[in-house]
């Protein structure tokens, strides 16, 4: 069990700013979605560090991106013995 990062797509698609896919240190960890006009977090590569979090509150004041233990995700994860799968 763990803590990983979580984008509140509502928020996120109206302020669209990007600036936690830019100051993420783990690549490939929070993309961004044209479709969705939104960032969106790969849980698999998500460390936890929080520095997302911190940037949008504080840096961009969007307040879009929150900690949550996994398996309290929105989006619909599955958490199987060898690993995380999208459902």
Not at 22 to 30: D, F, M, R, V
Not at 47 to 56: G, H, T
């Amino acid at each position: 069990m763990y803590y990983v990062a979580q984008v509140d797509r509502a928020i996120c698609s109206q302020k669209n700013c990007h600036l936690c896919t830019t100051y993420c240190p783990e690549a490939n960890c929070i993309n961004y979605s044209e479709a969705d006009r939104s960032a969106y977090i790969s849980v698999d590569r998500c460390k936890a560090c929080e520095i997302c979090v911190y940037i949008c509150d504080e840096i961009a004041k969007n307040h879009a991106i929150k900690m949550q233990w996994i398996d309290n995700l929105e989006e619909g994860f599955v958490i199987k013995r060898t690993g995380v799968v999208l459902r």
